[in-house]
């Protein structure tokens, strides 16, 4: 976390964290959607309201009081640039969401125009991004942004990966939306490249293509693929996850296809006989309704029956099974089969970390396993997480350029979507590869 989320939340956090521990006060709330990044995690409530968890703050807080979400989303994190980001820890974030009229509005981080307001200025409260478009959604991903506006997908920020999908590699700021693609029902933002689903579910990709990513044999052989290139084969898709070097997609029939980086397993096949593939192949897990993918390499989603399956890296109990058929991958222990997730229970939401998963329970519980990075637990099963204490009666957040969420024109500037990214200005292509860490500080 970092003062980007402190600008903008509450300043009172919340009691600590743990499975199951009761709260005095305010009954718990029944939350409905969890979003993880790196070494942050965020979830809503069934009020729409906002708590994130994270180093800066391991008992949790609330975000900008009164706001109300519908879905949020949390982005890939990378240590700061102290000399220019008001850091409190390792991490500088941008935050997008979307109002209840659908228009965009970011904050935080602007180096590279990811903000979409014009400006390269950072902002410590939403600015609208610059554009009279409504949205269908929108994504956060390294150092930039993309949305679906129009039946079309747009990209903003850094683009010197070709991440914008726009034609070019141009790495000077594009602070406004630019347009990716005409005909696009989704849009996933990662680690220097994108993914959309056309109308007809066909997938398309552009950016960086570390270990065949894109997968597309027109992409680039070496360098940026600055323009969207067809998936290969003829799957329809109706959903993607997007973080680090690999990609999974849901069929129309529910099988999970994956490519990309299999190093640890997270493809669904064993990386000794596959480290990776550009061609999109079965995972072998169940049929699944949603599928989240993480920025180091765990894979996991939900069944029809709302069970959770998870597979690839688990270094830290992040696949959340009791026994699985582990190995070696890459130097760490990995499960490349999918398991059920252990303690039995049915999922409505769910999201990978880097070293961790959450989920929300179809009783409306917060649960998260393997290494949080906002305390010293490490759990090889779910565990309930504690809502942060709510802010005292007349001291709630401010919200949009300081507004009280007992404004009326306030409550009316609610989000549907938030996305929310980490990156720093770095040498080289970290900004596309998180195995390949070099910093210019």
Known sequence: MN????????????????????????????????????????????????????????????IAGGLRLASIAVGIGLPCEPQRNRCTEQTSNHVCALSVDARAWC?????????????????????????????????AGRGFTCGIANAAAWCWGFNGLGNLGIGDTTADAHPRPRLVSRRALAVEAAAGFACALSNDGLAWCWGADYHGRLGSDAAAATGATPAPVPVNGVSRFTALSARGNYVCGLTRS????????NVD???????ADVRARRDPGDSGAPL???????????????????????????????????????????????APRPSPVGGGQRFRSLSAGSSFTCGVTDAGQLVCWGRLPWSATVSTSPIRMTAPVPPRAGHDAPGPHGQRSDDAAFK????????????????????ADPHQVRFDL
């Open 288 to 334: 699944l309704a949603h599928i989240t993918t993480s920025i180091t390499g765990h894979t996991c989603g939900i069944a029809p029956d709302y069970r959770a399956w998870c597979w690839g890296r688990n270094a830290s109990g992040e696949l959340g099974t009791v026994d699985p058929a582990m190995t070696i991958c890459f130097a760490h222990p990995c």
């Open 412 to 431: 009316r500037t609610t989000a549907a979507n938030v996305a929310v990214d980490s990156h720093l200005r770095v040498i080289g292509d970290v900004l």
């Open 265 to 271: 397993g997270q493809l669904g096949s064993d990386p």
């Open 107 to 139: 904050w935080g981080d602007n180096r590279f125009g990811q903000l979409g307001d014009g400006t390269t200025t950072d902002r410590p409260d939403p600015v609208a991004v610059d554009t009279s478009m409504r949205f269908r959604s929108i994504r």
């Open 3 to 62: 003062s980007f989320w402190i600008v903008t939340v509450a300043a009172s956090v919340g009691s600590p964290i743990g499975p199951g521990a009761a709260q005095s006060g305010p009954p718990e709330p029944r939350w409905t959607e969890v979003s993880a990044g790196d070494v942050e995690m965020c979830a809503l409530d069934a009020e729409g309201r906002a708590a994130c968890w994270g180093p800066s703050v391991p008992a949790g807080i609330w």
């Open 254 to 261: 529910g099988n999970a296809w994956c490519w990309g980086s």
